[in-house]
């Protein structure tokens, strides 16, 4: 599954990565856990790159600021803020309404690798 890229907030633009871990009949199943980093852009190569890839540059990437997990979809949401940089709670509201519309709408999810989330 590719990242998702979306504006936040006063033109800030974010990459979010969905913290796949299981696959079902060869497809991702839903994430709990969302991956938050600073982008500098929507770099075509950089969507490219293998998730495993970018997961394990999360903690050492300055861009990366924290991560977000849907303990309860729809009603209980945890920020943490274990990066170089921190989202207002402004920010993480309007995240969540960004990966809550994925998760609303399956059919935007990329299935096979091809396009962007």
């Known amino acids: ?8 907030g006063n033109n800030r633009t974010v990459k979010v990565i969905p913290n796949i871990q299981a696959r079902v009949n060869g497809h991702p199943v839903l994430t709990y856990t969302y991956n938050i980093f600073r982008s500098n852009g929507f770099d075509d190569s950089e969507k490219q790159r293998r998730e495993s890839e970018l997961l ?21 949401f945890t920020y ?11 920010e993480v509201e309007e995240i969540i309404e960004n990966i809550s519309h994925y998760r609303d709408h399956p059919g ?8 962007e989330l």
Not at 56 to 72: A, C, R
Not at 108 to 115: C, K, L, N, Q, Y
Request: net charge negative.
């Open 1 to 8: 599954m590719t990242p998702m890229f979306f504006t936040i």
């Open 56 to 76: 394990f540059e999360k903690k050492t990437d300055p861009n990366y600021m924290g991560y977000i997990t849907f303990e309860k979809p729809g009603k209980i």
């Open 80 to 90: 943490i803020a274990d990066g170089f940089d921190k989202l207002t709670i402004s």
């Open 108 to 115: 935007m999810w990329d299935r096979e690798g091809a396009g």
